[in-house]
């Protein structure tokens, strides 16, 4: 019943950008942490960035000036902007959710709960 839906991944250049959206539905978000995290092949899950309740964000520095996350709290949506990407951006990124987690910020894929299905993207070189 409650889900997170991706969309806007694709393929894109060394240097260019995407935008990723994430919609969620069956209940708000609005009090709850929600974060971006990415895995490539062999890899762990790995934060990419998160927002909470009130507009405090995370960033992780392999993306730190280079990708801004975002929040619609009346949508219940969540957007990762991508610019300058590099080809070791190359991963599915998963948008999450934390429910346990009210008025508050985590930073760690086993805290959140709530998680869509991913996007692949994909940077060439």
């Known amino acids: 019943q409650v889900q997170l839906v991706e969309s806007g991944g694709g393929l894109a250049q060394a240097g260019g950008s995407l935008r990723l959206s994430c919609a969620a539905s069956?209940?708000?978000?609005?009090?709850?942490?929600m974060g971006w995290f990415r895995q490539a092949p062999g890899k762990e899950r790995e934060l990419v960035a998160t927002?909470?309740?009130?507009?405090?964000?995370y960033y992780s520095d392999s993306v730190k000036g280079r990708f801004t996350i975002s929040r619609d709290y009346a949508k219940n949506t969540v957007s990762l902007q991508m610019n300058s990407l590099k080809p070791e951006d190359t991963a599915v990124y998963y948008c999450?959710?934390?429910?346990?987690?009210?008025?508050?910020?985590?930073?760690?894929?086993?805290?959140?709960?709530?998680w869509g299905q991913g996007t692949q993207v994909t940077v060439s070189s």
């Open positions: 927002m909470n309740y009130g507009g405090d964000t």
């Open positions: 069956g209940r708000t978000f609005s009090r709850n942490p």
């Open positions: 999450a959710a934390d429910t346990r987690t009210e008025y508050g910020m985590t930073y760690y894929a086993p805290e959140y709960d709530y």
